[in-house]
């Protein structure tokens, strides 16, 4: 498994699970920019990867910003949800480690013809880096076992337009190639991310262990259910956006789905809309399978057991 992150506490949950599930082999983490700046991305990951005693995975720096633009700016609201720091201002050791001087995309490629249909590629932030992979070495397309990704909204409404999603939304140029390429896809949206929710009562039993890395995500995501009290108080809890991403790519039984050939819309009017593509609707094998409902309680079990057993232990 390969992570594509823009290490915010959601991503930071993403890491903890892909770690902590045994039959996963995390060979690298790729930063991306959304939640953080991208090299800030890296060093939150190596940041993490540290506090969980996984200091074997390595980080490559990804792509600044998207293909359209010439920089990046994180987005007030990302700032609030997340932090300056992107971890919920809770202050984490400099890291020993440095990111890799290879690229996250040349990452990709070399994974993708090294793994091949045993690689598994979980995008959490925009997708700009898988597709600059993609237009570097179009092959990766058929090589790659599956992506699976957390963005877009087919059933509900996006979160930073009635229509976009936010990780769509920060290249949606991109994330129109991902979703029109041969890759086999599978998207986690908002559908089924907003089902999953996490509480003070489960970072209570984190607090509990008595550890340095329960202690520490557990103030880290406290600080995230705070930031939803505001801004949106109906869910009684934080979304698992990311991590549902990793457990579902690791065991598709969590959610139910359609398939069904997607484009995004790159229009003024509908810019990161994912949608049912009129032009391929009546093909035949669609490539991208699109979660509708989940198995919030079974996931939710699994979530903790996973992540408790792995803060117990560092």
Known sequence: MILDLDTGIDDAMAIAY????????????VSSYGNVLTPDAGTNSLKILELLGHTDVPVFLGEQHSQTTDHFD????????????????VELPKPSRQVESQSGA????????????????????????????????????????????????LTVPGNVTPVAEANINQDAFAANEVFTSKLNITM?????????????SETKQWRELKTVAGEKFADIVDYYIDVYKVTSPHLHGCALHDPLA????????????????????????MRARTIGDPARLT????????????????YLAEFMTLLTGLFQQN
């Open 74 to 89: 994180v987005m007030p609201i990302s700032a609030q949800i997340h932090g300056k720091n992107g971890i919920g201002e």
């Open 188 to 200: 986690v949206g908002l559908d089924v991310t907003l089902r999953t929710l996490l509480t003070k």
């Open 18 to 29: 892909a770690v902590a599930a045994p039959d996963v082999d995390l060979i690298g983490i």
């Open 283 to 298: 093909e035949e094998n669609p490539n991208v399978t699109v979660a509708l409902t989940v198995d919030q309680d079974r």
């Open 246 to 269: 990793v457990g579902v790519a690791i065991d598709p039984s969590f959610v139910t789905t359609l398939d069904i050939n997607m484009f995004v819309d790159t229009s003024k009017e």
């Open 106 to 153: 040349d990452f990709i490629i070399e994974a993708a013809h090294k793994y091949q249909s045993d690689l598994v590629l979980v995008p959490t932030g925009p997708l700009t880096n898988l597709a600059l992979a993609l237009r570097k070495d179009p092959s990766i397309a058929e090589l790659i076992g599956s992506v699976t990704l957390m963005g877009g909204a």
